[in-house]
């Protein structure tokens, strides 16, 4: 006789739709959860709990709460990368890559608002855990490597200033993004629409090239 998990795969070794649709579900009942109940008060039982399934099933899918929340960080972190990338990659210049970076960072921000809150309760919650904090800090490393490799760029290109250091203008601009979701916590008010707009004014001024003065008397 087959094993369930033999049984739910496909001749090939891949997962079936269905196997592929519950973990789906799974991780967005998990996501669901931490950002409701904390990092720390989110068990395995309290997510099957809401998707109305045995802790059992979960553990069918996942060897344990510390994969479940790695695959956690791996969906919200390339949906994210897949809708920033989309927006910044159609600009033709240097600059209009980092306004619609960091706008499309916050416009991605505001409407998940949710998967926001549980990765901040992850990052949060799992420092110092050799399972997890790993996944966080490879997400927010990754992303200031991006943007610095941008901003290199756009000064080898001669649209951004030479004047500054493009790794400590990529942890500003990561930096000012990241303290959007945890503001977000405190005031579901915000308009993170708006703040995009106000960041990308402010670093497409800190970082582009000024025209010379024109030489002649001074007053």
């Known amino acids: 006789m087959e094993s369930g998990r033999?049984?739910?795969?496909e001749a090939g070794g891949g997962e079936t739709f269905t196997s592929t649709s519950r973990r789906a579900q799974i991780v967005?009942?998990?996501?669901?959860?931490?950002a409701e109940v904390g990092y720390a008060q989110a068990s395995l039982g309290r997510i099957a709990e809401r998707i109305g399934v045995s802790k059992g099933v979960?553990?069918?899918?996942?060897?344990?709460?510390?994969?479940?929340?790695?695959?956690?960080?791996?969906?919200?972190?390339?949906?994210g990368a897949a809708f920033i990338r989309g927006r910044a990659m159609s600009e033709t210049t240097a600059s209009g890559r980092l306004r619609a970076w960091i706008e499309s960072n916050l416009e991605f921000i505001g409407a998940h608002r949710t998967e926001m809150m549980a990765f901040v309760e992850i990052a949060w919650g799992s420092r110092g855990d050799q399972a997890v904090s790993p996944a966080v800090g490879a997400v927010l490393t990754g992303g200031v490597a991006a943007v610095?490799?941008?901003?290199?760029?756009?000064?080898?290109?001669?649209?951004?200033?030479?004047?500054?250091?493009?790794?400590?203008?990529?942890?500003?601009?990561?930096?000012?993004?990241?303290?959007?979701p945890p503001r977000l916590a405190r005031d579901?008010?915000?308009?993170?629409?708006?703040?995009?707009?106000?960041?990308?004014?402010?670093?497409?001024?800190?970082?582009?090239?000024?025209?010379?003065?024109?030489?002649?008397?001074?007053?």
């Open 28 to 34: 967005a009942a998990a996501i669901d959860t931490i």
């Open 148 to 180: 610095q490799e941008l901003l290199a760029s756009g000064q080898a290109g001669g649209e951004f200033r030479e004047d500054f250091d493009p790794q400590v203008m990529a942890m500003a601009i990561r930096g000012a993004v990241d303290a959007v």
């Open 6 to 9: 033999a049984a739910s795969t």
């Open 58 to 79: 979960i553990s069918y899918h996942f060897a344990g709460k510390d994969e479940l929340v790695r695959e956690v960080i791996a969906d919200v972190a390339a949906k």
């Open 188 to 219: 579901p008010r915000l308009d993170a629409g708006h703040y995009g707009r106000e960041l990308a004014d402010l670093f497409d001024a800190a970082t582009r090239r000024t025209a010379p003065r024109p030489r002649g008397r001074s007053r």
